[in-house]
Each structure stands twice: as C-alpha cells, then as structure tokens.
C-alpha cells in the first residue's frame, strides 16, 4: 500500500490516522504540492486533478481523502463505517460537510497564515464560525459525529483540530472542543505539526 502524502496537509492526515487506527501500514511518498513539484512528472495519471491524497493498494488507486476513508473502512474497518442506512447517511453528511463547508472555510484560513494563500480572511473567519457553530450544536449531548467513533469523525477533525493555524480558538465552542480530545484519546491516533 502507497499514500502519496504532504506531512502538513490535514487532508493526508485523516488518512493516515485511520490507517494508524486499523493497524495498516502504508509506504508515504510526499508530494511537494506547496511548490507544485508534482506537476509534470507522471502524477496526473494517479489523480487528474493533481491533489493529495492519493492512496494505492495493489491495483486499486484511490483518490480523495474521503473515498479513501470510504475505501478503507469498507476493506479492512468496516466498523468505522455503519451499514444500517440512517447511520450510513449521516456518515455520508459528514463527509460531505468535511468536503466543503470545511475545505472552504478552515483549511484556506489555515493556508492564509500558513503560507500566505489568497483569500478574504474577513470571509473566511465568518464562514469558519458558522462551520465551527454547526458542529458545537450538533456535538451538544453526544460525544461522536454519528453514534460511534467513524470515518466521519476522522474526515472533520484535522482542519477543525488545527484552527489555531487559522489564528482561530476552540474555547466559543467546547463541544467541539471536548469532541477534538476525545479524538485524540482514540486507540492508534497519530498526531501531525499544529495538533499538540
């Protein structure tokens, strides 16, 4: 198994935990996708649109952080993944709402900071508050996304666990705050640069 990966990529890093998390090991191969060092040199034939993650196992090849969380669970982890269909869909919400109001809200605050991305950081900042609201109220009496510990977790927790790279706090929602935590507690969870 290969994960073509960037040490600082949040999105790299939900795979890696689940991976950590179901005992798999992984040969990474990073991917200089800040310098854009991927482009030109075969990569588009593992993913057309030149983004990380991409995972191989075997012949199969799997792009996107939340296919291959769905591949993975699916494969080796299916108790991070519920078959029964109200679950399974919420499951599926959270994906989705890592995919985009996450991915478009805190991971460009991040990179703002970070490496100086373009971006309204004054929109960015009122789009991170109502994505960090929506998760404080869900999080309100339950301890998980779903009813356990799942992919949907692993999917929202990297770029909400590292805010203070967007220069934002968790202490307005400590839902949210004591849900990081309890992510961190899991058995297998690896951390990376700006969670501890």
């Known amino acids: 198994m290969i994960l073509y990966d960037h040490p600082l990529s949040g999105n790299c890093h939900k795979v890696r935990m689940l991976l950590s998390m179901l005992g798999l090991k992984a040969e990474t191969r990073f991917i200089d996708v800040v310098n854009h060092a991927h482009i030109g040199v075969g990569f588009e034939r593992l993913n057309p649109l030149l983004e ?45 709402f890592a995919a985009f109001p996450i991915a478009a809200s805190l991971q460009p605050a991040r990179l703002y900071h970070l490496i100086g991305e373009d971006g309204d950081i004054q929109a960015l900042n009122a789009r991170c508050a109502r994505v960090l609201a929506v998760l404080d ?54 951390s990376m640069p700006g969670l501890d």
Not at 142 to 157: G, K, M, N, Q
Not at 167 to 178: I, N
Request: charged share 20%.
């Open 52 to 96: 990380i993650p991409v995972l191989e196992d075997g012949t199969e090849v799997i792009p996107d952080s939340q296919a291959i969380l769905v591949y993975l669970a699916r494969k080796y982890g299916p108790d991070w993944f519920p078959t029964e269909a109200p679950n399974a869909a919420q499951v599926v919400r959270w994906l989705a």
């Open 137 to 190: 109220s869900h999080l309100a009496g339950r301890e998980w996304l779903v009813v356990r510990p799942s992919i949907a977790d692993l999917a929202c927790f990297p770029y909400v666990a590292l805010c203070g790279d967007a220069r934002l706090s968790l202490d307005p929602t400590p839902h949210v705050k004591a849900w990081v935590a309890r992510v961190k507690a899991l058995p297998g969870y690896v």
